[in-house]
């Protein structure tokens, strides 16, 4: 396996679309490695926002099992 896809499959499976992880292997392959490097930073930020999303999800749930719990008793 080639460096290139490497790359593309660990993108894939840190979560980046096969597009984005494709975009990014097509600047690695032409040695555009400061954009390769920012491109992956923003995908980090992505996740990121991601996880916090989640994380407020997460936090809605508690708050309505607590206040369903509250109900119960």
């Known amino acids: 396996m ?11 499976e840190a979560g980046c679309s096969q ?3 494709e975009r990014i292997g097509t600047l690695y392959e032409a040695g555009s490695y400061d954009e390769v490097l920012h ?3 923003v995908q980090r930020c992505v996740l990121i926002d991601e ?3 989640s994380q407020r999800k997460v936090d809605r749930m508690d708050f309505l099992i607590r206040h369903q719990e509250k109900q119960m008793k």
């Open 51 to 53: 996880m916090h999303l």
């Open 2 to 12: 080639s460096r290139k896809e490497q790359l593309i499959q660990g993108l894939s």
């Open 39 to 41: 491109q992956m930073k």
């Open 19 to 21: 597009e984005t992880a």
